[in-house]
T-cell receptor, first 113, second 117 residues
């Protein structure tokens, strides 16, 4: 599986935008970029995914570099409930991984009131 | 509640005992996954079921571990002769997946925290 690199931790203030980076320089053409987050004492939850184009949903936006070697998860207005570990994961749609997720260390996001 | 449920939420056992965990996925989901998470680490894949068939097992799943999904609905994960190194959070996830589906959003349960004394 292609690997991702994320900062260990980031901090933000409440109601400010947060940009969480992810590097994936060995991404293949059929790898989708997925983001999950894990709130304290909970299982992970899906945030967003994309292939080439930028994506928006009710939770966040995903900005994908033109060469696809990096991406950024954008939380437009952080709230205290967004404090979590954020995981950037590559998933090969054409492989036989059956959708299993390969988690890295993730980025611990701290949101200050 | 129609999400993924796991039972028990916490389990404390003595080294050498056997333990069994249960996962009830979202009812229409055909895919079921087990992951293990130790403190400060991301979850690690253990095994995967498509309906009742176990299609992939991680090298992490030693012969002391066995998982079943007998009728393609709930699943059990059994650990025999537990060791202190088995202490972890065991997470179950389910999804609706089929060939050609663009993505495969997984829904996770709250996990079972195992402590082996």
């Amino acid at each position: 599986d292609a690997k991702t690199t994320q900062p260990n931790s980031m901090e933000s203030n409440e109601e400010e935008p947060v940009h969480l980076p992810c590097n994936h320089s060995t991404i293949s053409g059929t790898d989708y970029i997925h983001w999950y987050r894990q709130l304290p004492s909970q299982g992970p939850e899906y945030v967003i995914h994309g292939l080439t184009s930028n994506v928006n949903n009710r939770m966040a936006s995903l900005a994908i570099a033109e060469d696809r070697k990096s991406s950024t998860l954008i939380l437009h207005r952080a709230t205290l409930r967004d404090a979590a570990v954020y995981y950037c994961i590559l998933m090969n749609a054409g492989g036989t991984s059956y959708g299993k997720l390969t988690f890295g260390q993730g980025t611990i996001l701290t949101v200050h009131p | 509640d129609t999400g993924v449920s796991q039972d028990p939420r916490h389990k404390i056992t003595k080294r050498g005992q056997n333990v069994t965990f249960r996962c009830d996925p979202i009812s229409e989901h055909n895919r079921l996954y087990w992951y293990r998470q130790t403190l400060g680490q991301g979850p690690e894949f253990l095994t995967y079921f498509q309906n009742e068939a176990q299609l992939e097992k991680s090298r992490l799943l030693s012969d002391r571990f066995s998982a079943e999904r007998p009728k393609g609905s709930f699943s059990t994960l059994e650990i025999q002769r537990t060791e202190q190194g088995d202490s972890a959070m065991y997470l179950c996830a389910s999804s609706l997946g089929y060939a050609g589906l663009e993505y495969n959003e997984q829904f996770f349960g709250p996990g079972t925290r195992l402590t082996v004394l």
